[in-house]
């Protein structure tokens, strides 16, 4: 009890300006978990196939693809605050706006509101790290990024739980598209929570744009960023879309799924809140390549329950390693940003947050496209799952190595 009060003081330390901050995170993110969620049930009921859902969160993935390297850019050296305005402000009336298009079939509607999706969430995507890194004591930063990965998993938790019960207990009333509604006009709190975020913000050394080929360390941000390549290309091919898998592979409705992905999130965030003191105790290469390795070997053995789907354990056995699979792979996540972070160097951390936001949006783009023309000829969820496994397992060696690298890098700089 005494380390989990001790870890929880911890977390009670960051500042007003930051806990603001992420309360409007919070918020924004509730969108983004309701749509996770339960979008693509919702577009199934109204008639459309899996690959014309994948098509729309590509539209997404492009608009935040297309947007967050300059924004990266453009922040060096100036204030974060007023991207947080411009999402709070268009995230809202763009997610309402995506539901309309859907259910009226308007697709200038539903895709131009999709893209505006995009925009706005890109805003806040990019610049959360770089106001923690700006604006949060580095002795907190590990409980900093834990609590903005957090904010993802405590929504669906909560969101999942409130729609499983809420669709149990009122069939009628409740449907998936009357949930996201009201997911939707909840959002519009975080503009209340942009209000209260009062501080004199630090500003990170500026760079004119003409000399971004000369005053970035291209070479060492190449070398950073390739594992979260290929984890984001092969995540793309698998998470936007592992709801469909259990639809279609196993039968498992809406409301089902969000009492799993509930039960699923309640654990991550509960891990995630002692990966701070995880990495002080074992060090990064446990608290991102162990967990990440196990979260490989566990989805690979949920995607080939589809070769016996008929055998009455396959649906508890893919259950049981979803629910392994998703604490494992998403609490090495802010440990490995973080570590990305301290390999790059100070001079690099905006645009390194920018070039995540925009690999990530990007490479579910890719493949989610992929996707969408692998089922159209037909293709297994088991097949294309399988990518994902041997891309991650890939990202997996890539991430010791450079691990490995920073702290080496580190002890030598201990040593002078």
């Known amino acids: 009890m005494q380390a989990l009060k001790n870890i929880l003081t911890r977390y009670a330390q960051l500042g007003t300006a930051t806990k603001y901050m992420f309360a409007a995170q919070f918020m924004l993110q509730g969108v983004h978990v309701a749509f996770f969620l339960l979008l693509n049930f919702y577009m199934t009921k109204e008639g459309f196939k899996d690959y014309e859902i994948v098509e729309l969160w590509g539209y997404r993935f492009a608009a935040v693809m297309i947007l967050a390297f300059p924004i990266g850019l453009y922040i060096k050296g100036r204030r974060i605050k007023p991207f947080f305005w411009i999402s709070a ?5 763009a997610s309402l706006g ?16 999709a893209l505006l999706w995009g925009v706005g969430f890109a805003c806040m995507q990019t610049c959360v790290q770089p106001f923690i890194l700006l604006n949060t004591k580095k002795e907190l930063h590990s409980e900093a990024f834990s609590l903005s990965f957090m904010s993802f998993s405590l929504m669906i938790f909560l969101e999942g739980m409130l729609f499983f019960l809420l669709s149990s207990q009122f069939p009628l009333l409740i449907d998936e598209k009357t949930f996201l509604t009201a997911i939707c006009l909840m959002s519009f709190l975080s503009l209340f929570f942009v209000s209260k975020i009062n501080l004199k913000e630090n500003f990170s050394e500026k760079i004119p744009l003409e000399r971004i080929i000369y005053d970035y360390d291209w070479k060492l941000i190449f070398k950073a960023i390739i594992p979260t390549i290929l984890m984001a290309v092969g995540a793309g091919f698998s998470i936007p879309v592992i709801n469909l898998f259990f639809l279609h ?8 799924f969000s009492f799993l992905g509930s039960m699923t999130y309640l654990m991550v965030a509960s891990v995630m809140l002692f990966i701070p003191y995880i990495r002080r105790r074992f060090g990064y290469q446990f608290a991102v390549t162990f967990f990440q390795s196990a979260a490989v070997v566990s989805l690979f053995i949920m995607s080939i329950t589809e070769y016996i789907k008929d055998w009455e354990y396959a649906l508890a056995i893919a259950i049981f390693f979803y629910l392994i699979r998703q604490p494992l792979m998403n609490c090495a996540s802010p440990m490995a940003s973080e570590v990305i972070v301290y390999y790059v160097g100070k001079r690099n951390q905006e645009i390194i947050a920018a070039l995540n936001a925009s690999i990530w949006n990007g490479s579910w783009l890719f493949s989610t496209s992929i996707f969408a023309f692998l089922r159209k000829m037909e293709y297994r969820y088991v097949s294309i799952f399988l990518i994902t496994v041997v891309l991650y397992a890939i990202s997996v060696v890539w991430y010791w190595w450079l691990i490995r690298d920073y702290e080496q890098k580190k002890a030598a700089e201990t040593i002078m």
């Open 98 to 113: 995506m539901l309309y298009g859907i259910g009226e079939q308007l697709p200038v509607i539903m895709y131009g509101s």
């Open 89 to 93: 402000s268009i995230v809202p009336f």
């Open 249 to 256: 592979v196993h039968g498992v409705e809406s409301s089902d």
